[in-house]
Every structure is written in structure tokens, then in C-alpha cells.
């Protein structure tokens, strides 16, 4: 095999013990998407962060770097890369680790300048509390969305200066047009009209070039929240516990993809219109500055939009809030109709998905219409607002012209600067459906990504590279999520390492839960599963399944070539290896056979394989590197007898010295086992040498059913 090391991994290892902090690879790499196996600067980044490390990517030089900042990782070419520990000024010389082999050198300084640095990661450690610390001083979690925005909040700051800006420059106008009709014309003064005038066309040009500039800030930096946040979600998506999923996967995914209503929003010119809406303030002054009690129109009007909207909005929040529910269930029913379409048209039964389909859309039409009839409401009275606001301020403006408190020129400016004043106003009323419907999406996401992780980065877990296979379940029982019938009741026994089970038992019976629980997919409600004598809630769950090959009853394939399914588990497995569990499972039959061989693709699910192919490729997967435990649930059971025999006899010789429990109801099947546990209603009924428990099954000692 082909050993490729990660010389980041090793770096980001070599400084957590430096620093020590306990970890473990696995609790650094688990779930990331790695490229090539490794890690990339970025997603060291995310890795260090996992146990509190901030890592800091920068383009410097190392001269430039003090004492006080190291360790620092240097990136090298070629993918290598080495931690500098420290300078020594007197003789020059630099302290590093080099991953290669794993040794602490020196080198002199001159050395290090002939090296070509492409980047330097520099590496501190956070603030962090114990448990105590945290329940008393209720410093709780970063909020992952506020927090992720919270990064760019320079770009937001340059967006404000910018909006400060182009409202101070909104005064231009109705001043330029104030001045030319109390003094340029009366005066006939053609030279200030210029002056004004070219005064005015500057101002205008820098409007534009930061109006440019802040939609591209703005852009900028939902850029970037945009790819953070999408990062957060799936890892953590990926990384919740099995048990906590939501039972549909349309309703779920419909839930995920609604993160664009609020990237939408926090993207969109709506944003502008929020910054904009302070600054309504400044020109209310000006306006009472020019036109005195002219500025009561607009103080008047503004509270009157803003409690429409308000009224509106109170409906308005029901009317979203169906409007989400009924897409929800829109998703789930397509998502259910099209990954099962085959058993649908079998049944004939598109019928009945169109009606609840319908059903749904129906729902999701009428609410929409009512949100939008409602929204619209609240934008047409904002116009009408608006309207009525210049007819006020020239009635107004007239009678102040008459007791000559007011030019003409002041009040063309007034009715300009109520009209701009509103302006933000009549459009907040239109952006309050897409207010709610980001505020809802917010809140179903908060929920999704808080939901419990399998593998919680406070949580320090007894790191096991290899486990030996024991065995044990003490009084286990178990109960479906959302179920609340128990499906296994005070079950208990043991499997020693390298022993061969057997678990059968009627359909129901809790044989594949037992596989669930033994691979960590579930946990126990009572008692324990000990795995190695340690309890498997203490053991990491993607180590603990790095050394179990699982066979599932229904597994999965995945779109891809047939060896990249078997290779699934570690892209870097060797070909030999993969041919040698493709013969045992018996994937050599028919893939010899075919003209593409292993490369043969599988389409999604895997439904281009007949069901026996399919399975054969399910145990082949599971037997890939040799885990120590294996599960196998039914392995032959789309098998024919040829099929069966070969895996059978086959399977005896790569299953000499490991644990395996299986699962099945085919007698030929248990020529591979010693012992055999018999389950019935999610209890043990039977437990002993396969001979002995198959007689007493004969004789019919053993009820069960
Ligand atoms: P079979 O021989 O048919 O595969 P089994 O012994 O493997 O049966 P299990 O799959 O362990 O049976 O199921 C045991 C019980 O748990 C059944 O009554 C089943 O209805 C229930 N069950 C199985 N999976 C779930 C699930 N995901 N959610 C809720 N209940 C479940
Ligand atoms: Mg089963």
C-alpha cells in the first residue's frame, strides 16, 4: 500500500500535543472533505478549530515573524509542510518540526530563505472554559449564524459609510434645485447655475461610484458568509446523531434548502433599504430647517405607515407561517413519490401522490396568495402615503409662502426631501414576507444545526485505533425514536473476540437493531453495549466504525463505479484489496463478465444492479480492510444457492480470527457460526452452541412467536 502522508494533519497533530490538547486524527479529519485524502489549508482551518485551535492563513514573510506568534506552519511545495518552533537570534538558527519524520531539527535561517513559502498558518489557541465555568457565566455557544456574519463585519461597516454617505449626497438635489429658483433665476445669475450645476454633477458621479461600490461590498460579503454558512450547515447536518433526523427527507431538505431565502435577504438591495431607513432622521432635520412646520407631514406620516405595516405584518406572520408548513409537506410528498416511483406505477397509484400533491400546492397557492395580497396591501398604502405626503407639503408649503416663512425654492426642496424621507418606509412595507419568511427559515435551521452532534468537539472520547472485538450488551433496551413501543427488552450477552454468532429470530424480531446499536447508528435507552469491555458512548463513533464491516439489509449504493462503492470507506484502499473481497462476495462473478468490469457504474441507489449484484457489492464493501467485527444482516438472502455456497465457503477463510455476528434465516448460512442466539420479540429466548440450540429449535423446546 501506498502511504501518503497528510503533513498537515501531522503538523496540526504535532502543535495540539505541543499545546496539549488532547485530540485524536479522527476527531480532527472525521466528516471533512478532504481533497485527495489531505487536508487543504482551509480546511485545516475548520480542523483546528475543532479543538479550539484559531489557524490564521496568511502570506508573510517568516522574517517578519516574532517568537511570540510560533508555532507557525510553513506551506512548502509539494504538499509538505513543517511547524517552525522557534528562533534563536544569537546563532541564527530555526527550530522545526518536519513531519516526513516526525523529528525536531534546526536549520539556519539562510536555509529556510532558499525554501519557496507559498503561505504561513499561524496558530493560537482560544479562550476556553470548563463546564462550570460555562453554566455559571451562561456564556453560551456563538450563535452560528450571527457569528459567521459577525466576520464580515467590516464590510458591513464599509457599507454603512457608504449608505452615510449617499444619503448625505441625497441633499444635493433638492438644495441645487432650492438655490436656483430663489437666486439663480430671479437673478438670472447664469455663472452660479454653472457653478452649481458642475458642483452637483460631481456630487452625482461619486453617488454613483459608491452606489456601485456598496452593492458590490454587499455581494462581497454574503460571498463569503454565504460559502462559511453553507459549511456549518452540512457538517453539522452530516453530523448529527442518527437518531436525531427528521423522519422526511423532502420536509428536511425543503428545511435546508430555504437557507437561500435568507441568503436572498441578507443579500438583497432590502438590506440597503434597512440602512437606509436611520437616515430618514436627517432629512426630517433639513426639511425642518428649510420648511419649519412642514416637517410635521412626514413626522406624522412615517408612524402611520410603520403601524399599517405593523397591523399587516401581525397577519401576516400566519399567513407565512402556512405558507412554510405547506411547502414542507409539498417536499415530502415529491421527495417520497419520485424515490419510489417504480412501486407507485406498480400500484397504479400516481393518482393518489397527485392528490396529496395537490393538495399541498392548493394550500401552498392559497396562503401565498394571502401573503401577497397582504404585502401588497401594506406597499400600496405606503405609495398612497406617499402621495398624500407631497399634496400635504405643498398645502403647507403654500400657506407657510404666504406668511412668507418659506421661498418657492424651499418648498420644491421639501416636497423632494418628504418623498425621500419616505421612500425606505414605503419599502420596508413590501419586504416584510420575505422578513418572515428568512426569520422562520432562521429559526427551522437554528434548530437543525443545534440539534445533538454525534461527535460534540468538548466531548473526549477514549481514542481506540483498533479494536479487538468483544462484545458485550448488559440489559440493553431500546426503543425507536418517535415509537413508543420498546424493541428490545433486557437484552444481554456476550460475543468473545474472533466468536461467530448467529442471531435469528421471526421478521420484527430486533436482529438488525442489534447490528444499529453494535455500530453506534443508535443508543441504548437502558443499560449498556460494551465494546473492548469499554462502553460504546465513550468510544468514538467514526473510530468504533472504522473497525466494523457492516453489511446492512437495505444498504445504499452510491452514484459511481462499482469499485467506488466498494472503495467507499477509504478512497485509498489498493486494487489487490478490492479484487480480493470482490471474489469473496462474489462481485468477481459478474463483473468479470461485463465490459466495463469494475468500472461499471451504479447509478443512484444503485438501481441499474439486480438485487443479488447489489448485495454482493453491499458484503464486498463491508469487508474491506479487514475490520475486526463484522456485521453481516442477511448476506445472501438475494442470493441463489450457487451464490450462497461460494460466499459461504468463501467467507470461512476472511472471517478465521474476527468477531462476526450474523444475521439471518437461511439454515445453510449457519455453517458459518459456532453459537446461536435466538430472538423473539426483542428478547433472548435461546443462547448456546449452534447444535444444541438447533435441536432444541426441532424439538420445538423453544417458543417463540
Ligand atoms: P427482519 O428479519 O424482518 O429483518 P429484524 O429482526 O431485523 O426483522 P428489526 O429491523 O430489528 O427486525 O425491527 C425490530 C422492530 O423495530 C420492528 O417491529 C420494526 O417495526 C421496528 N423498527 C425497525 N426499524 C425502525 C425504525 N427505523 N423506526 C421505528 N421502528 C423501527
Ligand atoms: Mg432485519
Redesign the pocket.
Known sequence: MTIKIDSLLQCLTFVAKKMHIPHSETQLVSGLPLVDGRLTPELFVRAASRINLTAKIERRNVDSLPNAVLPAILMLEDNHCIVILKKHSQNNHIEYFDPLDCQTKTMSAQRLDALSIHMVVLIKSDQTYDDRALETQKLAQKHWFWSTIQHSWRIYRDVILASLLINIFALANPLFVMNVYDRVVPNSAIETLWVLAIGIIIVYLFDYLLKTLRVYFIELASKKSDILLSSTIYERVLGTRYDKYPASVGAFAGQLRDFESIRNFITSSSLVTFVDLPFAVLFLIIIGYIGGAIVWVPVIIIPLILLFAYIVQRRLNEAVTHMYTAASQKNATMIEALSSLSALKVLNAQGRALKSLEKAVGQLALWGLKSRMLSNAATTFAGFMLQMSSVLVVIVGVYLIALGELTMGGLIACVLLTARALQPFSQVAGLLVQFKQSAISLESLTEIVQQEQERPNNKHFISRKSIKGDIAFKDVDFT?P??DHP?LKGISFTVKQGEKVALV?R???????IHNLISGLYTPKAGAILIDGVDAKQLDPVQLRDNIGYAQ?DGALFYGSIQENIAYRDTFVDDEEILRVCDIAGVSEFTNTHPHGLSRMVAERGINLSGGQRQSVIVARSLVNSPSILLLD?PSSAMDNASESRLLSHLSSEIKDRTVVL?T?KTSLLAMVDRIIV?DQGGVVADGPKASVLDALKKGQIRVG
Not at 421478521?507 to 437493531?513: D, F, Q
Open positions: 425507536y418517535g415509537d424493541t429470530g421478521i420484527g424480531s430486533g436482529k438488525s437493531t439489509q442477511e444475521v434465516h430472538l
